[in-house]
């Protein structure tokens, strides 16, 4: 008995580029040896990449800090302590 693979989800995109940027995504397949599809693809997983790096940074801050100063009460009154 056969196993059936598991599909991959995908979405389809399409892009509306200018003539310079279609001759800048032409050229950067043309120089990696790739059709300008996967050129495509290469450079918005990378961008996304680095995105999602700097969404971590940005989560790792320590967040409680914000209430180290104040003690909030159930009256939405604020005080120092």
Do not use: P, W
């Amino acid at each position: 008995m056969k196993v059936k693979k598991k599909q991959k989800r995908t979405k389809k995109i399409v892009l509306s580029l200018s003539e310079r940027d279609y001759a800048k995504l032409t050229q950067c397949a043309a120089s990696q040896n790739v059709t300008r599809s996967i050129a495509a693809k290469r450079l918005i997983h990378a961008q996304l990449a680095t995105l999602a790096v700097e969404k971590q940074a940005d989560a790792e801050k320590n967040q409680l800090g914000l209430f180290d100063s104040l003690q909030i009460d159930i009256f939405n009154h604020t005080s120092k302590t």
